[in-house]
């Protein structure tokens, strides 16, 4: 049996195939970013999945697609994890969730690009990836994320820009205090995922121009920085996958048109382009 994960900060999703391409269940942990937790976190998180610690002897491969899997160090780190745990596997791959996006997206030339906790992008040429900038992460990037609306929502609320009747129920959803806010930013684990709960806000209210504006700016800001970077920007399709891009396709698409880019697919979640992805594989009989 074969198990295949897409990892961000936030969330991590399981699916678990056998040598048909079957699937036997689809779970969900916690984050596993191992750039960001501490290797006790990372352990507890995988341990104390029910659907995982069942199979642990009878998984023979482990596929992970990760946030925080793009630099050898951490890297290194969750496969060190993941071949403790599942004690008996043969394979454990450990590799970026830009590799995850790009099976998910396309199997012909284009720019990938990541709109979840966190934002990235490459090239893919229908072999290979490549970026053109390297991630830096929530402090300094990740344009159009969860994280960077989530920042925008509460400096416009403390700046009093937010529309009065959004900041009455903007209060109502959250803990604006400020010393829980900095304290969940300064002194507790996984800032970024904590920023990028704000960002729920603008997805579950009512489309209004003050949402459109602050999507609009983070996706030009995102599509200057991370698409135009591509000397291949306007020659082949940008596709979009995590949920900030899913529930924002008629902003990206207007964007876009100025660029002249071409925008291709939507993908929600990773994890279901992944499993058709390996399907195909495994019925062509090259996995």
Not at 88 to 108: G, I, K, P, R
Not at 253 to 272: M, Q, S, T
Request: one cysteine or more; charged letters at 25%; glycine letters at 8%.
């Amino acid at each position: 049996m074969i198990l295949i994960a897409d990892g961000g900060s936030t969330k991590c999703d399981w699916i678990l195939l056998n040598s048909q391409g079957e699937q036997v269940f689809k779970t969900r942990t916690k984050g596993l970013n191992p750039a960001v937790f501490k290797t006790e976190v990372l352990e507890q998180r995988i341990r104390e999945n029910e659907d995982l610690y069942g199979v642990k002897e009878k998984v023979e491969r482990v596929h992970f697609y990760g946030a925080g899997c793009g630099t050898p160090g951490p890297t290194k780190i969750l496969q060190t994890i993941l071949e403790q745990f599942f004690e008996n596997s043969t394979e454990v791959l450990v590799q970026e969730d830009m590799v995850a996006a790009v099976y998910a997206a396309t199997t012909e030339p284009g720019i990938v690009c990541i709109l979840g906790t966190g934002s990235n992008s490459c090239y893919f040429d229908g072999q290979n990836i490549s970026t053109a900038v390297d991630s830096l992460g929530y402090i300094l990037m990740d344009e159009a994320s969860g994280n960077y609306f989530g920042k925008r929502l509460i400096r416009d609320y403390f700046y009093k820009k937010m529309p009065q009747g959004l900041a009455e129920e903007f209060e109502k959803q959250f803990d604006l205090t400020p010393d829980v806010i900095k304290e969940n930013l300064y002194k507790k684990e996984n800032p970024n995922s904590y920023l990028a709960s704000f960002a729920e806000f603008i997805f579950t209210q009512e489309r209004n121009g003050y949402f459109y504006s602050l999507i609009d700016e983070g996706m030009k800001n995102f599509i200057e920085h991370r698409v135009l970077c591509f000397k291949q920007a306007q020659k082949v399709p940008v596709h979009f996958i995590g949920s900030i891009a899913y529930f924002s396709q008629d902003i990206i698409r207007d964007c876009a048109k100025p660029y002249h880019l071409e925008i291709g697919n939507f993908v929600r979640r990773p994890i279901d382009g992944l499993l058709h992805y390996y399907r195909e594989k495994m019925l062509n009989k090259s996995l």
